[in-house]
């Protein structure tokens, strides 16, 4: 296999996330779609992790960072929707454009 | 299959625990706060903030220790490293998170919040700067960040049942999550490249490249995006205003001081460490944020009615001016060390003035309950004291002496002269043309407290808190003492030096 | 090993079409609900790619921790912020916006993909040798034990703050 196969998805998989951070406005669909942008960033990690590791088998700080970013991943996400349950108690709504009583 | 286990000998790494003595006493100081809410009553609320306090101070010992010793402590292979510019910026944070505690603990204890977590996420957002201080590994940088930010997306929104404040940390909260998200992208392909994540052994195998590869830019620039956004760097900057006008001021000042600071130590801690090398990528890229983040900054600064946003458009002038030396970091070793001194030092400067600006608006705010601009009118006359303190860090914010932000602000220009180039030269002029633009809305708020009238009439005087006292002491004798004897400040910050290449 | 290697690319090729179809119903669906669904199927194709590059511990721990804890949030969330759960029309930006945030995604894709395919064309993953537990727990324990202990700060720092605010007071 090519290394080049998983990369080119988890660079389909990025834009895609990204797309949707910019397209929604729902705060959890924007979070889910961050979501997607770190599973990219874990697909690379672990593709290059095999790849490095298929050359030095002491390599294996690929799959150690996507351990690490899928930690830190969940601790976001139960932030996140924190706050958004906190949102939803005063305003009754979790629309990004609603969010908007401070500009520029 | 013995001998097959034996392959995967674990090998105990060797810990320094001196050097981890700093974390260590803040992690410890968080459990005991933790622990102190948990069986404590109503009536001992205050103890958090006491011993948060207290641990944050006496954390600095082992830094002062640490420090005496002098020597250069690395572990983990290279990824953690204790010296002399690590050792200063933590220094920094804690005292920062100090003084920020002491702002905190009437606003925090009168407005009906939760108490003892405050003081926790507060204590874990310090860590995780000082634990960016020395981290010189992709994996120790992105924990860090973490570390230090997710505590503070939550402190923007402490003030729960106030729609301003639950606007605040979200907003910080999503941009921050995705910005993050795309610097992981960057620091994935940066490893797939290298096959490492020590910045020690990224640099060499990017630098040697005659001319950039186009994978290394897009790494290089998507990492260096993502920490745009943590120090306010336009076009990232939108989060910033709505952010400071919406969560507790004391974490404003918190955000607006010991988060940016961080954010710069760790494009400090990549650039130099790790992609020093690659000056074709991060210099245009430096060059073009930091005249965009000053100008921009100062122009909407100049729009302002309320202080802490005026404060807020100014601190992003401010990390416009922090990040032009880095425009010219690889034109060579010499230049590299002047923007490091320049840039530590416009830090150190930049935490005591600003901090110190943030804590009159609070003390102001305790009678007027606004942070308009016009409630500031005719302050000389009720509050002498107050007043004289602002008008001393708006003058350092301007750079004028005997206030300290001169000498920051000579740091700058001599940074960007040192390089000897026109992008060096023309970007000083940048500066320049946009320290006079600031001028204008730091003279409006110092004529509006000394000349104009009071608005409502009220000149009842101030009661100033005593925690808040102490911080405007603390901040105003930093910022007087160093503009008047710089040499107090670069005593500290002169040993400082952080190339990994061209030595 | 030639019709091992066949199998895997196969596979490969069949996950990473679901994993972008689901990816794509994340972004346009118009019900909340199935779009966590849909996240399901995108995380649970991404476990399916790392058992590809042997990447065992990796592949447990994304479905333990995103397809068994994060899905779930998600769905708590939504649960507990919405009581309609039906199609819904609100949950995107007027359509400039959509257009715009497509052109980037695309012209995105177009640098990315040059700079991939320019750094690693041709490039084989080699013979994958799989990467056992015990090998990632001596690094993890090792190399990378500082931020091991930071994160653990992490996680107690974000259960505190989740706490408070997500509760009722």
Partial sequence: MLVNQFLFLGAVLFCIGVYGVLARRNAVLVLMSIELVLNAVNINLVAFGAMWHATDPANLSGQVFALFVIAVAAAEVGVGLALVLMIYRNRQSIDLDEVDLLKG | MLAHLASFAWDAPSVDLHALAPEIVVAATLVVVLVIDAFTGEEQRWAASSVAGIGLLVALVPVATLAYDGATRVMF???????????VLKALFLLSGYVVVLLSTNYIAEGDYWEGEYYQLLLASVLGMMVMASARDLISIFVALELLSIPAYMLAAWRKRDLKSDEAGVKYYLMGVFASAVMLYGMSVIYGYTGSTLLAEIAPRIGELVTSEPIITLGIVFVLIGFGFKVSAVPFHTWAPDTYEGAPTPVTAFLAVASKAAGFVALLNLIYVGFWGRHDVYEPLMWVLAALTMTIGNLIALRQTNVVRMLAYSGIAQAGYILAPLAIAGSSPEAADQALH?????????????????????????????????TFGGLFSYAPGLTVAMSLFLFSLAGVPPAAGWFAKIGIFQALASAGDTSGYVLAVVVAVNSVIAFAYYGRLMRVMWMDDVPDGDTTPIRVPTSITAALVITAAVTLVIGVVPGVLTHFTDPINLLALGR | MFGLLVAQN??????????????????????????????????????????????????????????GAIVVLFLFGIMLTRAKTGHDLELDNPTPAKVGAGVIGVLLLGVMGYALWDAWRGQELGDIVVQRTAEVSDSLFSTYLLPFEVISVLLLAALIGAIVLARRD
């Fill in chain 2, 77 to 87: 292979g290279g990824g953690y490293v204790v010296d002399d510019y690590a050792l």
């Fill in chain 2, 342 to 374: 320049s840039i530590v030092v416009y830090l150190l400067i930049y935490a005591a003035m600003n901090l110190g600006a943030f804590a009159v608006v609070m003390a102001v705010a305790r009678k007027t309950r606004s942070a308009e601009i016009d």
């Fill in chain 3, 10 to 67: 196969i596979a490969f090729y069949v996950i990473a079409a679901l994993i972008v179809f689901g990816a794509l119903r994340v972004v346009t669906c118009k019900n909340l609900v199935h779009a966590a669904l849909w996240l399901v199927l995108v995380l649970a194709g991404v476990a399916g790619q790392y058992i590809l590059l042997a990447a065992e511990f990796v592949a447990v721990t994304q479905v333990l921790v995103y397809l």
